[in-house]
């Protein structure tokens, strides 16, 4: 028997259905799955959905499964998500992670509806720590 951490998918879509309800708001969202995915603000989802809370890291993993296919373009704000805000107290790293945490960064969001033609043809530039 394989050990994990189990989920159900209609937990997945659950929560999927409450952000296309109430909108995608992270805190609302976190919020909503570590209350058993029930919100007693929101008509849909005001009834107990769950027989047991949900552990902590079946919460991370729904979390994790919810957001892993990207921004969805109607959160995006161009002009504003352009902005890079600069840390006030920098984090403390070696060159090597900030290199590769860098190089992560700074490559824009690829569009959901975008096909996988178009994101073959740009080639992924890779930086080197020297």
């Not at 009834?47 to 552990?55: H, I, M, N, Q």
């Not at 824009?108 to 080197?128: D, I, N, R, Y």
Request: glycine share 6%; charged share 30%.
């Amino acid at each position: 028997m394989v050990k994990g951490v189990k989920i159900d998918d209609a937990w997945v879509g659950r929560c999927k259905r409450y952000m296309g309800d109430e909108g995608c708001d992270l805190n609302r969202l976190v919020a909503f799955i570590k209350r058993g995915l029930v919100d007693a603000r929101s008509e849909n989802f005001k009834e107990k959905a769950l027989d047991e809370p949900l552990t902590v890291a079946q919460q991370w993993l729904v979390l994790h499964l919810c957001l892993k296919d990207g921004i969805p373009e109607w959160v995006r704000n161009e002009e504003l998500d352009e902005n890079v805000p600069e840390l006030i107290i920098p984090e403390p790293t070696t060159q090597g992670v900030v290199s590769t945490a860098l190089n992560a960064a700074m490559r824009p969001v690829k569009s959901l509806t975008g096909s996988k033609q178009e994101e073959a043809e740009e080639p992924v530039q890779e930086q080197t720590d020297e």
